[in-house]
């Protein structure tokens, strides 16, 4: 319950503060390609953050970790804050990377649920948190223009609003953590099965990287969860980090773009638990195969759309949401079930680490594609990414079939 509840709070800050960043950017530079920088920083953030929350982990329990990563997206929406109330878009962008502290938080959070699972409840655990934050992620957008009221009442520029909620909803979640989740499932994890876990490299208590990438490489199940986990995530925030634009281009309002980036967001968690069930009965990389190929599908819907084929758009954005949940769900349940507990949390931070790295290049990429080209071009390139990562899923060389 105080994971679910801190996950709804957050997913508010998150879906408020971030879902329309790209467009403040866009609107305070002019420049398309310079928008795209806001889902980048939002995911560099989240990056610079996985690491450092897992070694708090580490060292002393999930509460310590989540309670590093709400804290530092509460400083970057006042800095967002901030640079809004200058006209600044480079600060803005400081802002947001802090802000992605936010999303390393949620992210982290799922695999406090595993903790303590059984063998083969991985998937149902972890997806209970994640649906969790359906409710404010949803929310959240739909809240930026009424909140647009909050800066005007302290003579601020209206698009700081946004951001002073997203602040109050971090701030709320950083007490839920610090203050309610105890016992610390981790350290009570450890605690339970300390005769069985194997030494780590350099002593049970170190967490290395290096002991990161030797559990990676010697687990196939985890490798595999790795390559799909990133595959998913880039191809997810490149295509919704421009969408606020393509549809800005047709003319859309900012309530529709809330409400396309609201339906997203349903996508992304509103069924994750039957995700999670279905990666617990038929195993993770049959998921994951499930997931590229809706991937496919909503580059399909969403880049054959024109800039006023709004339902269209909403659809595959949709399908996007979905497609990003059984890379996520299925993909953390395989990775957290491939490796040992001793080296479970710098697995877990690595694999966060990348994801967001791989989402940032995207990013990028994605606003150069769209400045240059097109966004039908961007989703052709999503398209062709994880057509490869299904292929390398279905390979068979590694014994997977029963994974």
Known sequence: MVLAAAQIISGIGIAVGLALSAWVIYKLSGSAPISGLAGTASVLGAALLAVPAARAATRGGRRRGLALTYGSALAGSLVAVAGIAVTSWPLLLVGLVLMGGGSAGNLAARYSATDLSPPGYAGRHLSLVVWSATIGSVLGPNLAQPAEALGPALGLHPWTGPFMLAAAAFAVSLVVVTVALRPDPLVLARGLTVTDAPPAAGGARERTMRDAWHAIRASPGARRALAAIAVSHTAMVSVMSMTPVHLDHGGATVSVIGLVLSLHIAGMFALSPIVGWLADRLGGVRVLVIGMGLLLV??????????????????????????????????????????????????????????????????????????????????????????????????????????
């Open 298 to 403: 909503s580059a399909v819907l969403a880049g054959t759309a024109g800039e006023h084929g709004v339902a269209q758009v909403t659809a595959g954005l949709f399908v996007l949401g979905v497609g990003w949940s059984c890379g996520l769900v299925a993909g953390s349940a395989l990775l957290t079930e491939s490796t040992p507990i001793a080296r479970r949390t710098s697995v877990q931070g690595l694999s966060d680490l990348l994801m967001n790295v791989c989402g940032a290049t995207g990013t990028v990429v994605a606003g150069a594609i769209v400045g240059a080209l097109s966004y039908g071009a961007l989703a052709l390139a999503v398209g062709v990414m994880v057509t490869l990562c299904a292929a390398l899923l279905l390979r068979r060389d590694d014994h997977l079939a029963s994974a």
